[in-house]
């Protein structure tokens, strides 16, 4: 279904010569703007329901979206991813009106088993080979070690690695997922190997190389209102509908903490989500604080904070039915669900059965990667050019 959505969209506007235009959202623009550029009714977007309008909050600045215009340069359709699974779709129905859904995003996601060897510099060969600027930015991340110096690198030296990456329309969506890595130093090679089960890295002995990072719960809450969801169907409404937070119903006026350690990245009103703060973690994560009554006194942009830290206010505004906290978690520039973090238990290292398992597991793909290494013939890497991407990278 979700692909015969997109074979009409396309199919309809070859048919009647509209313009497709494959452009980067611009800085500063929010959905409203949008549609005044394009002479739509604001109608549209206030006659949505609260959970449709605050994913027209989520639209950030570089985002690729796709646009159908017409010869007159007249809005035909638009559509606007807002993560990885889910987008906005505005288009002009039979009776020349304006209307707007959700629609999933029909993505592919393939994973490969690589090696590439080093002729300039790690970043240069594996764009070379892969089209991607952020694999190598991931790797390096990986290998925050003083054993491990990329600068005595040397042609002829290998890197391997095992990934995972979604793909829309021929583009990379999202970031790669980085599941293991092999980097030759002078012909020695150094590993890193991802754990599911805590999300962290180990070498091939199971040391582990990824800080501790975790968030404490933000607000004193009386419920859980609305759980986190990328998308799901609606069976009474017939369509496709995603909330990407979690929010709290709490009174007015009580206490929000910051989650974790950060720079405020952004203080201010931000659309359907009222007053809002962003909080930067430097780590590739952030968080979203919406809907806030007032921001606490000495919160200002760009200033450090710690875990805990007082920095607003529940309450009901922009786009509300009650007073409550959105809580909205990022991992470089993805939406996840903030409860997977927050709840999870504290694990340091691996044990037991745990722990025989993944080193088993490391060994198998050690020798995939032995075997791409010495064959000649060795796997060519899917190649798509990321045209833009400005999210932070940042797996420590």
Known sequence: MKKIILTIIILFNF???AQVEELSWPRGESFLTFLDKYKVPQKLYFDLEKEDKELCSEIEADRRFYLYTEDDGSLNQVLIPVSDDIQLHVYKDSNNEYKFQTLPINYTEYTETVAIKITESVSHDIQTATGDVTLSSILKSLFQDPSVNFRKMK??????????????LGRPLGMPDLTAAMVQIAGKPFYRFKNDKDNKYYDEKGVGFTKSYFF???VTFQRISSVFTKKRWHPVLK????????????????????AADGRVEFMGVKGGYGNVIIINH?????????HQ???AKGIRQGTSIKKGTHIGYVGSTGLSSGPHLHLGLYKNGTAIDPMSVITKPKIEGLDGKEKASFLANTQNIIKKFNNEIEN???TIPTRLERITDRSEINIL
């Open 15 to 17: 048919l009647y010569s």
């Open 155 to 168: 042609k002829g030296d290998f890197i391997a690695l095992k990934y995972t990456q979604k793909s829309y």
């Open 216 to 218: 404490q719960m933000p």
């Open 239 to 258: 369509r496709f509908r995603a909330h990407l937070g979690t929010d709290f119903a709490a009174p007015t006026g009580r206490n929000i903490y910051a």
């Open 282 to 290: 430097g780590n590739g994560y952030k968080t979203l604080y919406a």
């Open 293 to 295: 009554k007032g921001f």
């Open 376 to 378: 000649e013939n060795r």
